[in-house]
C-alpha cells in the first residue's frame, strides 16, 4: 500500500506505468486529504508548521501527539483519545475522513493534558525536571516538595512548560514576594490571625492535610472568624499570591518548618 497526501494524485498516473512496464506488482494507492491551518488553507510554514522535535520542545507528550495526529483526518465512533494499543488495533484506512482536516492546537493542548494526568507522577517528573531547572537546578528540599505535590497539581497545565510554572510557590524562595492582592490580604488584622493560628499549627505532631485543615476549621470556629478571613492571609504568606490549590494540602506539601517559617517571616515585618 502507498498511502499519501491527495497532492500527489496525479503522480499515480505517471508511476503506475512505470510498474506496468518493469514489471512489477502495482501497489494499492490511496490518497488523503492534507492538513489545513485554522484559515482552511494548506498547512505551511506561514502557520507555524514545525517539526516534531519542536512539538517536544513545547511540551508535548509522545503519547499525546500521536493520539492527536491520529484524530486529524481519521475517526472511529464519538472517541476522541485513543492509547497507542487502541490505535493499533482500530486503525483502518476505511476510517479516514474525505475533508481535510485542521491542525488545532487548542485540542492538542487538552489530548496532552489528558496524558499529563494520565501519567505515571515519577515519569512526570523527569519529564518535567528540564523546564523546573531552566534557571536554577533543583534543591533536594524542592524535591521533596513537588514530588509530594505531584498527584495534586498534575492537571495545571496543558504542556509541560505550563505545568512547571504551577510549581512554582513550592520553590525556595523566602521571603516571599507579594503581588498587589496579596498584599492587600495581609492586613493588620490579617497579620494578628495569622500569628494566632501558627500557634496552633506550631503543635502539630502529625503534619497532613487532614489534621491542618482540623486545626484551621477549628482556629475559626474558636475565633468566630470565617474561613476566607482566615485562608486569605493564610494563602497570601505561603505562595506570594501564585496561583495554588486547597490550602492544607499546600501547607502539607510545603513541610512544616517551611510553611510556619512563610508565615513567620510576615508576621515578623509586621512586628518590625
Known amino acids: 500500500h502507498v498511502i499519501r497526501g491527495d497532492d500527489h494524485l496525479r503522480n499515480a498516473f505517471r508511476q503506475i506505468p512505470i510498474y506496468e512496464a518493469m514489471g512489477w506488482d502495482i501497489p494499492k494507492f490511496a490518497h488523503v486529504s492534507l492538513i489545513h491551518g485554522p484559515d482552511g488553507a494548506k498547512l505551511s510554514k506561514r502557520h507555524g508548521a514545525l517539526s516534531t522535535l519542536a512539538y517536544r520542545e513545547m511540551g508535548y ?7 492527536y495526529l491520529l484524530r486529524l483526518g481519521w475517526s472511529h465512533g464519538d472517541q476522541e483519545i485513543f492509547t497507542e494499543a487502541e490505535a493499533t488495533a482500530l486503525f483502518d484506512v476505511e476510517g479516514i475522513n474525505k475533508a481535510p482536516a485542521r491542525l488545532d492546537l487548542e485540542k492538542l493542548g487538552q489530548i496532552n493534558s489528558h496524558f499529563m494526568r494520565a501519567t505515571d507522577d515519577a515519569r512526570l517528573f ?15 528540599a524542592e524535591t521533596v516538595r513537588i514530588r509530594a505535590a505531584m498527584a ?15 510549581f512554582a510557590f513550592l520553590r525556595d524562595i523566602r521571603p516571599i514576594q507579594m503581588n498587589k492582592k496579596a498584599r492587600k490580604s495581609l492586613s493588620e488584622e490579617g497579620l494578628d490571625r495569622l500569628a494566632g493560628l501558627r500557634d496552633e499549627l506550631q503543635q502539630l505532631r502529625q503534619w497532613t492535610a487532614e489534621t491542618i485543615s482540623h486545626v484551621i476549621s477549628s482556629y475559626c470556629a474558636d475565633h468566630d472568624l470565617s474561613m476566607g478571613q482566615v485562608g486569605q492571609p493564610l494563602r ?7 496561583p495554588a490549590p486547597d490550602i492544607a494540602p499546600v501547607l502539607e506539601w510545603l513541610g512544616q518548618d517551611e510553611a510556619l517559617g512563610r508565615i513567620e517571616d510576615q508576621t515578623a515585618k509586621a512586628r518590625d
Open 236 to 242: 497570601a504568606a505561603l505562595t506570594g499570591g501564585l
Open 126 to 140: 523527569d519529564l518535567l525536571l528540564p523546564y523546573l531547572e531552566s534557571n536554577a537546578p533543583m534543591s533536594e
Open 152 to 166: 495534586g497539581l498534575k492537571d495545571r497545565g496543558t504542556t509541560l512548560p505550563e505545568l512547571a510554572e504551577a
Open 61 to 67: 507528550l509522545p503519547e499525546a501527539m500521536k493520539a
